[in-house]
C-alpha cells in the first residue's frame, strides 16, 4: 500500500535514463506513482524538477555538481534525494570520500540550506533492482530531519526494498564508503552483486515478505 | 579448527580489559590461542605488545594515540590490529570519521610504515561477543595487504564470526562510520545491538554454522 507521504505526490527522477536512476522510475511506476523522467536526451533536468514534489537525483559522482545546477532553482522547499555514491574511477574499490564528508552534504552545501536534502540508495545493485521480485538488500535512508527521512523511507518501501532510518546526513558517509567495499566484496567473492542487512531489529517487519 | 596463520602465534589483546577486549581474549583462549592482556591495571601496554607475535587494540578513541605510542616500539614488523571506532561523545550517533580517513589510517600513519597495520571488529557488539555462541554480524577486515588481512580474517573465524576481505586500509572508513549508524538504529528500533551482514555471497560458508 502506497504511504500517505507519497499520494498524488509527482516524482522527478533525474538521470533517469541511467541503470539505478530507470529502475527506481519502473518500480514506482509499477506502485502507482507518477513519475517524470530527466535526462540528457530527454526531458531536461530542470523542466523534470520543475514538474515534481520529490525529486530524486541519480547520476555519476563526476555529474552531481552538474545536476544539482540545474535543478538548484526549482528545488527550494522541494525534498530531493541524493543517491550519489563518490566512485572515482579508476579506484572504485577504495573509499574516497569528498571533502565535504560525504556526497549528500555535497549536495546540501550546493543546493543550499532552503532545499530539504535526504539520501539514499547507496547500496543496492542497480541491475537487480531493475528486475521484478525481491532484493537482498536493506535501504539506509540518511538526513537531518526525520520527517524527511520518512518520505525517503516511504520512497523506497514503495520500490520493494526494507528500509531504515540511518540518523543524520553527515551519517551518509557510512553507505556511501560501504559501496566501494561492496565493490571489493563483488570482485572478491565473485558475487553478482553483494548487499547489506542490518541484524537484531527484531521488531522491525520487511515490508517486501 | 584453529587456522595455520595463527599456529603457536601469541596475541597481546591491548585494552583487554574493556568489553571488547575482554570478549576477544576469552573467544580466542577457548579456540586455543596463547592471549596475552594489556590493561592499564596489569601488565602494561608495552609489555604485552613485546611478548605477542599479533597485537590487537581495543581502546576507545580517545584513547588510541596513547595506546599505539606504547606499544609503537614493540610492533615492527608485526600485525596491529586496530578496532577503534571514532565515536566523538556526545554525538556517538553522528558520524564523525577523522582527517585520516578512518581511525585505522590514523593508527598507520601514528605506528609508520614498519608495522602492518589492519584493523576489524567494527561493527560486532562485544556484549554479544562476550555471551557464548553466534553472533549474528559479519567481520570486514581491512588493510593493504591480502596476506595481512588474511591474519585478521583468522582471527575474526576463531572468536567464531563470519569474516569478509573488506579492502585497503581506506576502506576501514566504512565499518567505523557505519557504527554510528548501528548505534543510531539501536536507539531508533530498539535493538539490543544491530549488526550487519553482507548478502548476496553464495559461495562463502559461514564458519560458524
Chains 1, 2 share one sequence.
Not at 21 to 46: F, H, K, M, N
Not at 75 to 93: F, H, S, Y
Not at 175 to 190: D, G, H, I, M, P
Request: aromatic share 4%; net charge neutral.
Amino acid at each position: 500500500m502506497l504511504s500517505d507521504l507519497l499520494k498524488d505526490k509527482t516524482i522527478a527522477v533525474i538521470g533517469g535514463t541511467g541503470k539505478l536512476g530507470a529502475a527506481l522510475a519502473g518500480r514506482w511506476r509499477a506502485a502507482g506513482l507518477a513519475v517524470v523522467v530527466g535526462s540528457r536526451s530527454g526531458t531536461p533536468y530542470a523542466e523534470a524538477a520543475a514538474a515534481a514534489d520529490i525529486i530524486v537525483v541519480t547520476v555519476p559522482f563526476a555529474a552531481q555538481a552538474d545536476a544539482l545546477t540545474a535543478i538548484a532553482s526549482h528545488a527550494a522547499g522541494k525534498i530531493v534525494v541524493d543517491t550519489t555514491v563518490p566512485l572515482v574511477p579508476p579506484r572504485v574499490m577504495r573509499v574516497q570520500l569528498p571533502p565535504e564528508g560525504s556526497a549528500a552534504q555535497r549536495a546540501q552545501a550546493l543546493l543550499g540550506e532552503a532545499v530539504k536534502v535526504i539520501s539514499a540508495f547507496h547500496n543496492v545493485a542497480a541491475h537487480k533492482l531493475a528486475q521484478p521480485g525481491a532484493v537482498d538488500c536493506d535501504c539506509l535512508v540518511f538526513g537531518d530531519e526525520r520527517a524527511d527521512r520518512a518520505v525517503g523511507v516511504a520512497l523506497a518501501e514503495a520500490a520493494g526494498l526494507r528500509a531504515l532510518h540511518g540518523g543524520a546526513l553527515a551519517n551518509s558517509a557510512a553507505a556511501e564508503a560501504l559501496t566501494s567495499v561492496l565493490v571489493f566484496l563483488n570482485r572478491t567473492y565473485k558475487s553478482d552483486g553483494a548487499g547489506l542487512r542490518i541484524t537484531a531489529l527484531p521488531d522491525l517487519a520487511d515490508p517486501t515478505a
